[in-house]
């Protein structure tokens, strides 16, 4: 038998259904990550209506759209315990831009007192917060899940995540809404030629397990 596939038979319990072939953590943390998706969706709806920029409506709405069939098929697995019906996908950025270094002067920034107050540098500053929270959930969630498909298709979720945050980010590096401070040169060659690669071959101890010889 493949390694990849599993046996529906192997398990301690007589009384196991193999399609309730999941693991009883493993269902709170998958509802966690379904109900976060979620939020993350409904709150991206509420965003659009107070964006003002084509270039951040544009990453909205692509970034909704991958979300939303993530999340589809993130359900249907998870319910089945099976494949899903579609492939996981790739997130891709259409455009990208280098980032922009240093710090240029800018106003304060305070908490909204209205609604009038809402600008297309909060709402992009929302997005990015949601979504690598929820990056940061999917990559915790996927190494306490025991189905073997179910973990790879939120594993698969993860690099996806980051990709739209880095999408974001740049937008908002971009317009100076998230600025990138350096430290000057000779303390970042210092940080740089901090480590070096290991070499030569270890010589790693030998396991108590191992026979004398």
Request: charged content about 15%; some cysteine.
């Amino acid at each position: 038998m493949n390694q990849n596939q599993i046996n529906p038979t192997n398990h301690a319990n007589p009384g196991f259904i193999p399609a309730l072939n999941h693991g009883g953590h493993e269902l709170f943390d998958v509802h966690e990550v379904l109900t976060c998706a979620i939020n993350v969706l409904d709150q991206y709806m509420i965003f659009r209506t107070f964006v003002l920029d084509t270039e951040l409506l544009d990453i909205l709405d692509r970034q909704y759209n991958f979300m939303l069939s993530q999340y589809n098929l993130t359900a249907e697995c998870f319910a089945t315990g099976q494949k899903p019906s579609q492939e996981t996908a790739t997130y891709m950025i259409p455009n990208m831009t280098p980032p922009v270094y240093g710090l240029k002067p800018s106003a304060p920034k305070k908490p909204n007192q209205s609604l009038a107050d809402v600008k297309d540098a909060g709402i992009s500053s929302h997005m990015l917060g949601l979504i690598k929270s929820h990056a940061s959930l999917l990559a915790m969630s996927s190494s306490e899940i025991t189905n073997p498909t179910v973990r790879r298709v939120v594993a698969s979720q993860v690099q996806q995540f980051v990709e739209m945050a880095y999408e974001i980010f740049m937008y908002q590096n971009q317009r100076g809404y998230y600025q990138v401070p350096q430290l000057n040169a000779n303390d970042t060659q210092q940080m740089l030629q901090a480590y070096v690669p290991a070499t030569g071959a270890p010589q790693m101890p030998r396991s108590n397990n191992a026979p004398l010889q």
